[in-house]
Every structure is written in C-alpha cells, then in structure tokens.
C-alpha cells in the first residue's frame, strides 16, 4: 500500500470512530413467563341456554354437563420484548419497543408485537411515539 493511501485509510478510520463516539445504541431481552397452578371443577351445570344468558357466553355453553375436580396449568401475563435505542445527537435517541404475548403450553398467541410496541423519538420535552401501547386503565 502506498503512503498516500494508507493515510487516507487512517483519515478514514479517524473519521468514523470520532463519529462513532456519539452514537451509542442499547439492545435489552427482557420477559415474564408467569404459569398458574390451580384446582378447578364445576357443578350444577345449566342445561339449556336461559333467556336472560349474558350476551357473551354463547348458547351451546350450556351444555349440562359437570367437570370433575382436576388440577391445571393456566397462563397469566407472558410476554417475550426486545427495545432499546439509539443516539442522534446529545439531546435525541431514536427509542424502540416490539412486545409479543404467548401461552408457555402451545404456540398460539396475539402474535408477534402485538403487545406494547413503539417507534419513537425521545428528548429533554419528553417522548413522542407510534406504535400500540396500554394505558394504566387497562390493568
């Protein structure tokens, strides 16, 4: 390599780290896996639908039949995200979220990000951002 290019390799290397010292990036895993062991039955079973049914509970529901006691596994909240961000400049970050819920006893699932999930810019006035995300009146 010549001397002209090795310096114009160095210049270019001096470059893109003096630039690369701003930029600053944060990747985090986090999740909740959270099961429930609990003891269910039923009893006195409704046959036949009654015409003051709540709306949501279709008719084929009353079926008359009783379940004994057994012991299961239900799933709370589980989610698996990934966010994190990325610096613009001194005072702006790029700011990401992708949050997918899912049942630890199958694949089903709202689907991937179908959780609290962003895009979004944060600054000393505060965060604006796009995305799905609950409010505290959810839970």
Avoid: H
């Amino acid at each position: 390599m010549r001397t002209q290019e090795f310096r114009l390799a160095l210049l270019a290397a001096a470059c893109a780290s003096a630039s690369g010292a701003l930029a600053q990036s944060e990747i985090v895993v986090y999740g909740v896996v959270m099961p429930f062991v609990d003891q269910a039955k039923t009893s006195g079973a409704t046959l036949g639908a009654p015409s003051d049914r709540p709306t949501l509970v279709p008719a084929t529901a009353y079926t008359g039949s009783n379940a004994a006691s057994r012991t299961r596994i239900t799933v709370g909240t589980t989610q698996l995200g990934f966010r994190g961000f990325e610096t613009l400049s001194p005072t702006l970050k790029l700011v990401w979220q992708l949050e997918s819920g899912f049942q630890i006893d199958d694949n089903a699932g709202p689907g991937i990000g179908a959780r609290n999930s962003k895009i979004g810019l944060q600054g000393p006035w505060g965060e604006v951002n796009l995305g799905q995300w609950d409010t505290p009146y959810k839970f």
